[in-house]
């Protein structure tokens, strides 16, 4: 009986007014001595433990998708705060299909009301200026989704400070076998011929023609009847002659005269050209990942994207439970390895590949 008093007691302390006021002051506080030394400009995570959760409290598992957009909507702000420019979620992979279509249609429910609420003017993403883009597989999507995701879209494009890039629905092995695809397409491309000039070959046999024509479009003289055979022989001559050398005639062209076709060199593709062509595409590095539930693997999520350089965390809470309590340790010792490789001179990052030409799904 006393531990119940105990833990309601608690429980009261936490939500008076004056402990939260409180809290919320150490948070900023946290949050600006983060910004004093080097921050991640590209976070990713993997939103493990939402059913779990909802089993382990004995709620409905769609309940416990809802108290992790909650959690979600947490970190954001964090994140932005911090200074982190880029913010990748595992929303939805495509073997996620493989859940009951009750679940599957509660997450496509879920997914349409939660964004439009993130996209709202005056709500998170507005208030720090972040926009939305969607990396997948749109084909597989509902159409009535699709339209309230493309209006999320659409919302915030004009934001030009942060991005959230929602995976949704993904797979990393989808997103490299796109980018193979479409590097293959450029490289099937002939490359556009240059302007050629003439050979000299080519000219004098112009000019030449332009030298005879004048002689023979010229009056013959009458024919004698013992030298008719030799003038019409000479007539054809140069009736023969005005017909191919005329002026006015297309030019005649030598087989040299058409250059073959030139493709791009497969010698030419680099880690670069595939950079270029996947959905994160002028992104910066991606810098850390973190994954909740204490599942330790990354379940086909940034598989091309995660480099020599980044930090894969794995943490044993739950996504609903995950919090800045949860990130700041993460974020801070992020911060004192990043120290420590500079200080040997090494964890360079690689500069972000050049955007596409039209924006990823």
Not at 270 to 299: C, F, W
Request: one cysteine or more; charged letters at 25%.
């Amino acid at each position: 009986m006393s531990s119940m008093h105990l833990s309601r007691t608690r429980k009261w302390l936490i939500s008076s007014p004056p402990l939260q006021w409180a809290l919320r002051q150490l948070r900023e506080l946290l949050i600006g001595a983060l910004r004093q030394g080097p921050v991640p400009q590209h976070v990713a995570f993997v939103m493990d433990g939402n059913r779990r959760f909802a089993r382990s409290h004995q709620i409905e598992t769609v309940e416990g998708h809802n108290l992790g957009f909650e959690a979600l909507a947490r970190i954001l702000e964090v994140c932005y705060k911090s200074g982190v420019k880029v913010v990748t979620i595992y929303a939805f992979s495509v073997e996620n299909f493989k859940r009951s279509k009750y679940e599957v249609d509660a997450l496509m429910d879920m997914a349409k009301v939660k964004l439009s609420q993130l996209a709202q003017h005056g709500d998170l993403l507005d208030r720090y200026g972040a926009r939305i883009r969607i990396l997948g597989q749109r084909e597989l999507v509902k159409p009535d989704v699709l339209e309230a995701i493309d209006q999320a879209v659409e919302m915030t494009s004009r934001n030009g400070k942060a991005i959230l890039n929602v995976c949704f629905p993904y797979t990393s092995r989808d997103e490299i076998t796109t980018a193979i695809r479409e590097t293959v397409v450029d490289h099937s491309k002939p490359v556009p011929e240059r302007p050629r000039s003439f050979s000299e070959s080519h000219i004098s046999r112009n000019i030449a023609a332009r030298q005879r024509s004048p002689s023979s479009t010229s009056i013959s003289p009458p024919l004698t009847h013992s030298s008719s055979s030799s003038s019409i022989s000479n007539v054809a001559d140069s009736t023969s002659s005005s017909t191919t050398l005329h002026p006015d005639s297309p030019p005649s062209h030598d087989l040299d005269d058409y250059p073959p076709t030139i493709f791009p060199d497969p010698e030419a593709i680099t880690e670069k050209t595939i950079d270029a062509h996947m959905y994160t595409a002028g992104n910066p590095p991606l810098e850390l990942l973190v994954r909740t539930s204490g599942v330790e693997r990354l379940s086909d999520f940034m598989l091309w994207q995660c480099h020599q350089n980044t930090e894969i965390v794995f943490l044993e809470c739950l996504w609903p439970e995950f919090d800045l309590w949860n990130f700041l340790p993460v974020l801070v010792e992020w911060q004192w390895r990043k120290k420590k490789a500079a200080e040997r001179g090494i964890g360079v990052d690689r500069p972000p590949a050049p955007a596409k030409s039209i924006e990823a799904i």
